[in-house]
């Protein structure tokens, strides 16, 4: 059931008996919000769903400071490709920040990183001539991200999960990040993907949790996992 609840305050708290998760989501990677949002609610959770393009990364955020949501399933994390390359679906510099601020639990993924979001060919800047596009909409052109950029990008990750207050996880797919980052996707860039995962791995403190599987982002053992790390989180939080 998708519920908003009254204002909240609960850092330093026990979690409210009503636990709302809010998840993050993109069309590339709908397969893995949708199956996580039904095992979240047969976990009892409610789910607050947030379509990753600029705007809904705002409003999650928006939403945590507001003591709506008490637990983060962040599994598209496109926004912050957005942010650190210069595309058009950022969320700003303050995204995967609130989660942490609040130290309420929280589970990121990389969900389409491998992209970065731009309107028709005409309107994507000079300086990114040359590279790997790919025509998703009428509207939407997207970019593949490179290793330099996702190295850049899970630097930004680490910063702000390093500062977490409350129980923070990592779930790192390494077979891809999208429904186009797939083997024989137009996006599937193995040394990409592993440019992130090992910089990531390597910038995190040992108070995160990191889990890596051998397997793609959509894969139902990717959202089966990331449920059950966010359910132990939430578990930690409440019998502080």
Same mark, same amino acid.
């Given at each position: 059931?998708?519920?908003?609840?009254?204002?909240?305050?609960?850092? *330093?708290?026990?979690?409210?008996?009503?636990?709302?998760?809010?998840?993050?989501?993109?069309?590339?990677?709908?397969?893995?919000?949708?199956?996580?949002?039904?095992?979240?609610?047969?976990?009892?959770?409610?789910?607050? %769903?947030?379509?990753?393009?600029?705007?809904?990364?705002?409003? =999650?955020?928006?939403?945590?400071?507001?003591?709506?949501?008490? &637990?983060?399933?962040?599994?598209?994390?496109?926004?912050? =490709?957005?942010?650190?390359?210069?595309?058009?679906?950022? &969320?700003?510099?303050?995204?995967?920040? &609130?989660?942490?601020?609040? *130290?309420?639990?929280?589970?990121?993924?990389? #969900? &389409?990183?491998?992209?970065?979001?731009?309107?028709?060919?005409?309107?994507?800047?000079?300086?990114?001539?040359?590279?790997?596009?790919?025509?998703?909409?009428?509207?939407?052109?997207?970019?593949?991200?490179?290793?330099?950029?996702?190295?850049?990008?899970?630097?930004?990750?680490?910063?702000?999960?390093?500062?977490?207050?409350?129980?923070?996880?990592?779930?790192?797919?390494?077979? #891809?990040?999208?429904?186009? $980052?797939?083997? #024989?996707?137009?996006?599937? $860039?193995? %040394? =990409?993907?592993?440019?992130?995962?090992?910089?990531?791995?390597?910038?995190?403190?040992?108070?995160?949790?990191?889990?890596?599987?051998? =397997?793609?982002?959509? $894969?139902?053992?990717?959202?089966?996992?990331?449920?059950?790390?966010?359910?132990?989180?939430?578990?930690?939080?409440?019998?502080?």
């Amino acid at each position: 059931m998708l519920t908003l609840i009254p204002f909240v305050m609960i850092r *330093g708290a026990h979690l409210p008996t009503l636990v709302v998760v809010g998840l993050t989501s993109f069309g590339s990677t709908t397969t893995a919000t949708n199956l996580a949002s039904t095992l979240l609610m047969e976990r009892s959770f409610d789910v607050l %769903a947030f379509h990753a393009r600029g705007t809904g990364g705002r409003a =999650a955020e928006q939403f945590v400071r507001n003591g709506q949501i008490h &637990a983060m399933l962040d599994l598209t994390t496109t926004e912050v =490709a957005d942010e650190v390359v210069g595309g058009d679906f950022s &969320a700003g510099p303050e995204r995967l920040e &609130a989660a942490g601020n609040a *130290g309420i639990p929280q589970v990121i993924l990389p #969900g &389409a990183i491998d992209m970065v979001n731009f309107g028709p060919p005409d309107t994507i800047p000079k300086r990114f001539a040359g590279r790997h596009f790919l025509r998703h909409t009428p509207t939407v052109t997207l970019m593949r991200t490179t290793e330099a950029e996702n190295r850049l990008i899970a630097d930004f990750v680490a910063r702000k999960l390093t500062r977490a207050t409350g129980p923070t996880g990592v779930v790192l797919p390494t077979r #891809g990040f999208s429904a186009y $980052d797939i083997l #024989g996707g137009p996006f599937f $860039d193995e %040394a =990409a993907d592993r440019a992130f995962i090992e910089t990531l791995r390597s910038s995190l403190p040992p108070h995160v949790r990191v889990l890596e599987l051998d =397997a793609h982002i959509n $894969d139902p053992m990717v959202a089966k996992h990331s449920v059950e790390l966010l359910s132990e989180l939430i578990e930690r939080q409440d019998n502080r």
